[in-house]
């Protein structure tokens, strides 16, 4: 399994950007996918994520500012990110579960800053 995010960028606070993560595989319909990001000098840490049901997760941090959603059809998962502030700068990276396998993509990075 392969994964490629994109649409990192730089934002002012306040602003949006939507995330998208492209995936191979043809049970890309069974993956939990999850978002998670890492800011300078701190762990990775867990943003949001969506099974296979469209059942969703989201950190605390980020509960009713971003919104996780997948497109089967596409092999992609995205990641809607609204009232951005400057702590949301990490980088986001997407990572995919298949039975007890789990694939990362690369990261792309998104800076919040006036």
């Known amino acids: 399994v392969q994964l490629q995010a994109s649409g990192g960028g730089l934002v002012q606070p306040g602003g949006s950007l939507r995330l998208s993560c492209a995936a191979s595989g043809n049970r890309f319909s069974t993956y939990l996918l999850t978002w998670v990001r890492q800011a300078p000098g701190k762990q990775r840490e867990f943003v949001a994520d969506i099974n296979s049901g469209g059942d969703t997760a989201y950190a605390e941090s980020v509960r009713g500012r971003f919104t996780v959603s997948r497109d089967n059809a596409k092999n992609a998962v995205y990641l809607q990110m609204n009232s951005l502030k400057p702590e949301d700068t990490a980088v986001y990276f997407c990572?995919?579960?298949?039975?007890?396998?789990?694939?990362w993509g690369q990261g792309t990075q998104v800076t919040v800053s006036s």
């Open positions: 990572r995919a579960r298949y039975n007890t396998q789990f694939y």
